[in-house]
């Protein structure tokens, strides 16, 4: 027997920070859109805990009780009282380290593979709960689709959208540690009034509305000044994939993958090309949203 769960990347089309709490975290107005370019996990049972991955970056993926996709075996499992004996497969597409959420799908992937394989039967709540004690980003790879994230962006409410979007992404030569970037947000604010976040109304009406143009228009990604500071060069890929006619760029969420909004796919296919033979990145991806979150692919019997 064994589940395979297929689960999307994210790109945040809004993300507003607030000042560091008292335990850390930051306060987020958080816009997600998910977007086609998936992980896989497959779940199967093993005498014992066991993590692989397969995929350009698997060199940097962490196979140990640290890799999302263990703890989230590890969190169910514990809550059900049974042994995570499980060999859980990453097919890794997602950039590691990217501002992209690879790492927080997996979690979700495996957790809906392990209900599925253990006949956990636990609730969409349950479900979330585990997510969010996970990570941040978690509860949105579950659900998918476009939602505004609070909290530290674990509180969702599911956003309307009425339209595909068009995006290119460049992957970087190197990452960006999320903790990192926060504390550099931080140290660029030092003195600063920072006000509470607050979703863009013209954002989630463009979202509702499917309006590339306007959607443009309203991007922002308080991190980005962040992202910039560790990693000078992304302005030279912002500024290509704008010469390109991307219609924005902006980092995605913590970075260093950087993303273009594109009027149509023709014209996504035209800035893809460009950033390509530019020699800016390492590798560079088409890929529209709202995508859907963590889907049951296939369940094999034994
Ligand atoms: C920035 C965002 C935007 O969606 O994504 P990425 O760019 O990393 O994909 C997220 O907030 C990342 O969420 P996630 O990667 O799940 O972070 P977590 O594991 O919860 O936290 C990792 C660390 O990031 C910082 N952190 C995270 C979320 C938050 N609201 N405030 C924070 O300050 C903290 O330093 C925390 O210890
Ligand atoms: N399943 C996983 N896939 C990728 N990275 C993981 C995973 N589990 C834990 N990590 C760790 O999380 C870090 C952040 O990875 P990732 O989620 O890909 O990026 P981001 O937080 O920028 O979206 C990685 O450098 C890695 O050490």
Known sequence: MSVTVR??????????????????????????????????????????????????????????VTNLAARAAIALAERRGIDPAVHLHIAKDIPVAGGMAGGSADGAGALLACDALWGANASREELLDICAQLGSDVPFSLVGGAALGTGRGEKLRALEVGGTFHWVFAMAGRGLSTPAVFREFDRLGEGADIPAPVASEPLLDALAKGDPDALAAAVSNDLQPAALSLFPELADTLAAGRAAGALTAL??????????L?????????????????????????????APGATVVRAAGA
């Open 262 to 290: 594109a009027r149509d796919a023709e014209s996504a296919a035209a800035v893809a090309e460009t950033l390509r033979s530019s020699g800016m990145c390492r590798a560079v991806r088409t890929a529209s949203g709202p």
């Open 7 to 64: 689960v999307p990347a994210k790109v945040n089309v809004q993300l507003a920070v607030g000042a560091a709490r008292p335990d850390g975290f930051h306060d987020l107005a958080n816009v997600f859109l998910a977007v086609g370019l998936y992980d896989e996990v497959t779940v199967t049972p093993a005498d014992e805990l066991r993590v692989t991955c397969e995929g350009p970056d698997a060199d940097q993926v962490p196979l140990d």
């Open 251 to 260: 980092v995605s969420g913590s970075g260093p993958t950087t993303a273009f």
